[in-house]
């Protein structure tokens, strides 16, 4: 495959060229090595988020090997456009080999089938959207497995302007996974110990969480073994304007908001409102909720990863945890 902005060793020495000047030109900062033998431009690379990153080192590695590799786990994972939290260090890929696991020169192998549960999206060999959800359930820590499940299960628009190949896709691609195909990709895990595990989130998951945010909030609520909440409570408020709430604890008609910074910075989210605009939207969408009686408590992200500041958030709201003290 193609991709105009890497430039290849290989391509270089095709040509005549020697492919040493192009280790000197990144030695002086005018080229960035994306992976042996494959660079690209500096100001380039510099536009390029994580994710769009770790795309790119992907392709560098599908222009170099022989046999096309099939990528898995995380990288799978954010080329389907799934909850994934963080950008791997390196890429994921299956081999057939049992032994497996060795990892070397960026590259993460895991054994697994080369054939079954495979996809292709553009250009790039993928474990399909159902395999790559299960086997990370059955890897990853709770908060980030219930993420990647949530989001497999979720219904939303997927074809907007992205091609299939876009590796900063911010909602999943495809279908949403049904709970009886991701159940019988469940049931064909062969350690008991990882069946287990993942049988316990998908029991957990939801199709109404929204976000990463929000599924990891909703995790940590079950650790810290809160009341488990509603989802997307609907409330029609004083201007008769509806507000939906990502949490809502009828029984003490509290609502909970995580607040992702993404829906004030991302235009996509907040329309043609400035910043400025939707922060003050949302100040009296909140006021408005508080009017009908609610309680209103939010967080962000780090207070969410802190275990103890966010039961105290909770426990402001009237929340108390089952668990003994």
Same mark, same amino acid.
């Given at each position: 495959?193609?991709? =105009? ?14 492919? +040493? ?41 599908? &222009?170099?090997?022989?046999?096309? =590799? ?10 389907? !456009?799934?909850?994934?939290? /963080?950008? =791997?260090? /390196? ?16 590259? +993460? ?66 279908? =949403?996974? /049904?709970?009886?195909?991701?159940? *019988? ?24 969480? *929204? ?13 810290? &073994? ?13 201007? !008769? ?25 991302r235009k996509r989210l907040r329309g043609n409102q400035t910043i400025q605009q939707a922060v003050m939207a949302e100040k009296?969408? *909140?006021? /408005? ?8 408590? +939010? ?8 275990? +103890? ?17």
């Amino acid at each position: 495959m193609a991709i =105009p902005e890497l430039i290849l060793a290989a391509d270089a020495t095709r040509i005549g060229h020697d492919a +040493r000047h192009l280790a000197k030109q990144a030695k002086r900062g005018e080229l960035v090595r994306v992976r042996r033998g494959a660079y690209t431009r500096s100001a380039y690379w510099a536009e390029l988020n994580e994710r769009q990153r770790h795309g790119l080192q992907a392709a560098a590695l599908v &222009n170099a090997a022989r046999t096309p =590799p099939l990528f898995n786990l995380q990288t799978a994972a954010l080329l389907w !456009g799934l909850g994934v939290v /963080g950008v =791997p260090k /390196g890429l994921c890929t299956v081999t057939e080999d049992p032994r497996g696991g060795r990892s070397k020169h960026g590259i +993460r192998r895991s054994f697994g089938s080369l054939d079954a549960g495979v996809a292709q999206l553009g250009d790039f060999r993928v474990t399909d959207k159902v395999r790559t959800t299960i086997e990370l359930a059955a890897a990853l820590n709770f908060a980030e497995a219930l993420a990647i499940v949530d989001s497999s299960r979720r219904n939303q628009g997927w074809g907007d302007d992205l091609e299939a190949d876009n590796w900063n896709k911010d909602k999943a691609w495809g279908p =949403p996974a /049904g709970v009886d195909e991701l159940a *019988e990709a469940v049931s064909a895990l062969t350690r008991v110990s990882m069946k287990r595990r993942a049988e316990s989130i998908l029991d957990l998951s939801s199709d109404k969480s *929204e976000s990463v945010g929000e599924s990891m909030s909703r995790a940590q609520m079950i650790l810290l &073994n809160f009341p488990v909440p509603s989802l997307q409570g609907s409330f029609t408020l004083g201007n !008769g304007r509806t507000a939906r709430t990502d949490f809502w604890w009828p029984e003490l008609d509290l609502v909970g908001e995580f607040d992702g910074h993404g829906k004030y910075l991302r235009k996509r989210l907040r329309g043609n409102q400035t910043i400025q605009q939707a922060v003050m939207a949302e100040k009296a969408r *909140e006021n /408005g909720l508080r009017a009908l009686g609610l309680t209103v408590v +939010r967080w962000d992200w780090a207070e969410m990863m802190n275990p +103890r500041v966010f039961a105290r958030i909770l426990n402001d709201g009237g929340l108390r945890s089952l668990r003994a003290a």
